[in-house]
């Protein structure tokens, strides 16, 4: 069985960055109609279809685009979310590919993230 480099990121580790990283860039990538609900406060939505697009694209059409700083392809913090795991994975599996080798999977989601925050 080949070795997964994904690598998920806890609810508690995730709270925490958000707490005190300046270079953090959480993803949402899951519909906009689930977006319009909540999300997690910071986050960029970019849908799971355009993940691949986006992160291909020049810095300055991703800034102008999303309205965040594309982030480097060794940034540290770098978190893709759905609601509950599935959508957010295979965000993180196409970023690296695109060479985002530190990119992480929330996978407990907004669901798990909305159940702590008791929205």
Same mark, same amino acid.
């Given at each position: 069985?080949?070795?997964?480099?994904?690598?998920?990121?806890s609810y508690e580790d995730l709270k925490a960055l958000l707490?005190?990283?300046?270079?953090?860039?959480? &993803?949402? &990538?899951?519909?906009?109609?689930? &977006?319009?609900?909540?999300?997690?406060?910071?986050?960029?939505h970019i849908p799971v279809d355009t993940v691949e697009a986006?992160?291909?694209?020049?810095?300055?059409?991703?800034?102008?685009?999303?309205? &965040?700083?594309?982030?480097?392809?060794?940034?540290?913090?770098?978190?893709?979310?759905?609601?509950?795991?599935?959508?957010?994975?295979?965000?993180?599996?196409?970023?690296?590919?695109?060479?985002?080798? =530190?990119?992480? =999977?929330?996978?407990?989601?907004?669901?798990?993230?909305?159940?702590?925050?008791?929205?």
């Amino acid at each position: 069985m080949a070795s997964s480099v994904t690598k998920d990121i806890s609810y508690e580790d995730l709270k925490a960055l958000l707490g005190k990283s300046q270079n953090l860039l959480v &993803v949402d &990538v899951r519909t906009k109609e689930e &977006v319009d609900k909540g999300q997690i406060q910071g986050s960029v939505h970019i849908p799971v279809d355009t993940v691949e697009a986006a992160f291909a694209m020049a810095p300055e059409e991703f800034k102008a685009k999303f309205g &965040v700083t594309k982030p480097q392809q060794d940034a540290p913090e770098l978190v893709f979310h759905c609601q509950m795991g599935r959508r957010g994975l295979n965000a993180t599996n196409k970023a690296h590919q695109l060479g985002y080798v =530190n990119a992480r =999977n929330y996978a407990g989601g907004y669901k798990e993230w909305s159940e702590k925050e008791g929205k």
